[in-house]
C-alpha cells in the first residue's frame, strides 16, 4: 500500500520531521516527509497496510500536542521508495 499523508496544525519548527525518521525506524516502511509551503508537513510512505496504520499512530502519538488533523489518501504502491529520509 501507499499512503500520502498530510498534516496540520502546529507541525513545522517542532522537530516533525526529524520525529517522523526517527518513528519510521521502528516500521518495515520506505518513504519520505516534507514541509509543505501552506505550513502543512506532507509523508508519503509505502509497505504493509498494518504497519503503515501503526507507523502513522505512533507519529500522531509522538507529535500529539502539535497534529491538528491527519489526511490519508491511501493506494496502490508504486515500489519507487527505498528507506526513509528528509526531502
Partial sequence: MRYDITFTG???GVGFRWTTCRVAE???VAGWVRNEPDGSVRCV???DA???DAF???VQD???GNVGET???RGAARGELEGFGIR
Fill in 26 to 28: 521502528r516500521f518495515d
Fill in 71 to 73: 489526511r490519508i489518501r
Fill in 50 to 52: 498494518a504497519q503503515l
Fill in 45 to 47: 510512505i509505502e509497505g
Fill in 56 to 58: 502513522v499512530g505512533a
Fill in 10 to 12: 502546529r507541525v513545522q
Fill in 62 to 64: 509522538e507529535m500529539a
